[in-house]
């Protein structure tokens, strides 16, 4: 056998962190990852998106939770190691899976995907295989790794145990996100005793199973995904962020199309408005940049894109009503019109959001079904699935809420210098 390109690291390297204390890399193989241009980026990108507008604790980023999830996932191997079902020479595969799993992510990465249609899925697996220091440091450990690599982060590699430690049900992934959200957002969910989690996994065959003494830890765990969900995730604040944001691209697309004449040419979004990118365009774009470009176009010809621009920087957001569709769609062509009559463009200030269609990797409709159930393995050696044996966790599985708010500038409709009996009347429609 020839000796491996990558060894341990004379010393240990640690990484102070606020959730986990530290992070440590013995790898010359995680080292050299994290030391990567493409991997860097991710300090540019924040994990929640525009949640820092609700709470303002919440500007970590995709780095900070991507060292979480390696750090969890050397953790579980810990456990795992000499354990029957665990190949320990599948060990730097998961540990660069983990590492590199959140890659592909760009700017605000929710709003962005649903206006320039990109996918950070498909992202991810293009900076691992494309030409990148990443897919060069990877290749060294030899040819066949970064595909596997992007294949346990796609969920098609072919030993699905290791696929499982980094995404199911309980993954390093949502164990990581779970505390670190909570920590940056200063809420009192999102907490667990993950360290009980973690002494109780065991290795199974295809799968991570948990030891049945340890399912009140994971009730918990369970519990405290569901109140981040709707305390954090879902927060209508922050939802009121993501809409502006998505009209802002939508805008400056639009325009775009139209051929108007920016002030400044928005270059690094050409490729995006024409929808076609190249990976170079993609690792270019980080919220660094679009926050410039928000910053100028506030000075620009063009009133809509002005305004949103001026509004996502300055925290003036959009005001939200319950929406129930079946009821209300009655009153939707008379909306429209009367948004027109008040010199409102109703295609930009008058959006509808559902919580089903929301932010980025927590939850994605479908999701709950591609993500694998967890088992519990009993004392007779018998495996039973977490909600038949949990009330607490049978009580809230499988229930999907989802809520449909309207969202609107409530400060024009109430600015009466110009329209004002029409903005009373859509003021009288909006909070019936
Ligand atoms: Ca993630």
Known sequence: ??????????????????????????????????????????????????????????????????????????????????????????????????????????????????????????????????????????????????????????????????????????????????????????????????????????????????????????????????????QVYFHPVTRSAEVILSQIFKRAKELYEQGYTFKQKPEHFYSFFSGNVSLADYLRLDESITMYYFQIWQEEEDRILRDLCVRFLNRRLFKYVEFNPNLQMNDWPRLRQLFLQADLNPDYYLVVDSSSDLPYDFYRPGEEEERLPIHLVMPNGKLRELSRESEVVEAISGKKRTDHKLYFPLDCLEDEREHKETKREIRKLLMK
Do not use: C
């Open 1 to 230: 056998m020839t000796k491996p390109y990558y060894g341990k690291l004379d010393e240990e390297k640690v990484f102070k962190d606020p959730v986990h204390r530290y992070i440590h890399v013995r790898d010359e193989l995680i080292w050299e990852l994290i030391g990567t241009k493409e991997f860097q980026r991710l300090r540019r990108v924040r994990q929640l998106g525009t949640t820092f507008l609700t709470f303002h604790g919440a500007e970590h980023t995709r780095f900070n939770h991507s060292l979480g999830v390696y750090e969890i996932t050397r953790r579980i191997l810990e456990v795992f190691k000499g354990r029957p079902h665990w190949n320990e020479e599948e060990r730097l595969l998961a540990l660069s899976a983990a590492l590199l799993h959140d890659l592909g992510h760009g700017p605000f990465s929710h709003s962005f995907e649903k206006v320039f249609h990109t996918d950070h899925e498909e992202w991810t697996r293009e900076i691992i295989l494309g030409d990148t220091e990443i897919n060069r440091v990877l290749a060294r450990v030899e040819p066949s790794f970064p595909k596997n690599v992007a294949d346990v982060i796609e969920k098609t590699y072919s030993n699905k145990l290791v696929t499982s430690i980094i995404s199911s049900q309980i993954d390093a992934d949502r164990m990581d996100y779970l505390q670190r959200d909570a920590y940056y957002t200063g809420v009192s969910y999102g907490h667990f005793d993950m360290e009980r989690i973690l002494r109780v996994m065991r290795p199974m065959e295809d799968q991570v199973v948990i030891k049945q003494s340890g399912m009140h830890a994971v009730e918990d765990y369970i519990m405290s995904r569901y109140q981040m969900y709707w």
